[in-house]
């Protein structure tokens, strides 16, 4: 089954005079490098209506447009992986992701995913871009997702997203006394040696704004919310190891377990043991694509971080008693 697409995107400044695949590559996120230079080839893909070569340059405002067919993502399967639905309508689900579960089908992961699980229960989501799925939430970060259910929800939450009128707020755990909240506005991009990691590049990264502010301090750590202006991959996680207070739990970015001078066996156990990085999406608010209407939804604390903060709590009880 095929279905007909028509996006449009404006070349921005920064993208400006570079190639027309790369370009496409940056505005059209959700569709291959490869895929993108078949329509450019075959004039679906278009710069001003013009039909151009992958190879040849755009400039600043530009428009492109793309009008093309497309067919299910049937190399994926169908796997029947129970989600947990917050809300689904026919046009968007809303899910409740849990921990170790990895968002989309790639090297190494390529069954037993979150898209998987999505075309068992949605098996129309075949013939939208990635399943539906229109932002990612990292393997070990829980929390709230939106999937586009239809073409037309698909552009339209891509849409917001690229205007970042849609809210993401997350609950974290950092190590270290935070004395305030703040914002982080630094560019982040691939590490330049140790490619499995991003980091903040002063050149060449893309920009990244990550709002935060305090929930609670305790002697050693600080529970924090964070509100996303951008989506950089693992971006709360880079931001936050940016400032010098790495998430709990989070090996690729803080290293290994800081244990606290004086802390109890079970705090030290907690900390030691603590499966990753403590990071929640808890509240995802848009405006639905069907109704035009501001919709929220919010999800309870998961299990872990729970555990995680009354052993806080109770660690800085019983310094105060002594």
């Known amino acids: 089954m095929a279905e007909s697409i028509h996006y449009t995107a ?39 209506g013009n039909q151009l070569r992958p190879r040849d340059s755009v400039t600043e405002g530009q428009s492109l447009q793309l009008q093309a067919e497309v067919e299910d993502e049937e190399r994926w399967e169908a796997e029947p992986i129970a989600i947990d639905i ?34 068992y229960h949605c098996p129309d989501l075949a013939s939208v871009p990635r399943a539906g799925v229109v932002h990612r939430l990292d393997k070990d970060t829980t929390g709230l997702m939106v999937v586009a259910k239809n073409l037309s929800a ?11 009128s849609v809210s993401r707020e997350y609950q974290a755990i950092v190590h270290g006394v935070m004395t305030g909240g703040g914002k982080v506005d630094a ?14 590049l002063e050149h060449g990264g893309k920009e990244a704004i990550t709002h935060y502010r305090l929930v609670r301090r305790y002697f050693a750590h600080t529970q924090i919310t964070c509100k996303l202006e951008t989506g950089r991959t693992h971006q709360i996680r880079v931001h936050m190891a940016y400032r010098h207070y790495p ?22 156990d907690t900390l030691r043991q603590f499966p990753r990085q ?3 999406a808890q509240r995802l608010g848009l405006v ?35």
Do not use: C
Request: proline share 6%; no cysteine; hydrophobic share 35%.
């Open 10 to 48: 404006t070349v921005p400044s920064e993208l400006s005079d570079q190639r027309f695949d790369q370009v496409a590559a940056q505005l059209f996120p959700d569709y291959s490098r490869s895929r993108l230079q078949s329509w450019i080839k075959s004039g679906a893909l278009t710069a001003d």
């Open 86 to 119: 917050t809300y689904e309508d026919e046009d968007i689900i809303v899910i409740n992701k849990p921990a170790g579960l990895v968002v989309h089908p790639a090297a190494g992961h390529g069954s037993g995913t979150l898209v998987n699980a999505l075309l």
């Open 154 to 164: 698909h552009s339209d939450l891509v849409s917001q997203l690229q205007d970042r």
């Open 187 to 200: 560019p982040i991009g691939r590490h330049p040696r140790q490619r499995q990691k991003n980091a903040v």
């Open 247 to 268: 998430l709990v739990g989070d090996a690729l970015y803080g290293g290994r377990p800081r244990i606290p001078k004086g802390a109890d066996e079970s705090l030290i």
């Open 278 to 280: 403590a990071l929640h």
């Open 288 to 322: 639905h694509p069907a109704s035009g209407e501001y919709v929220e939804w919010q999800a309870d604390t998961p299990a872990d971080m729970l555990q995680l903060i009354a052993e806080l709590e109770q660690d800085e009880k019983r310094r105060k008693s002594l």
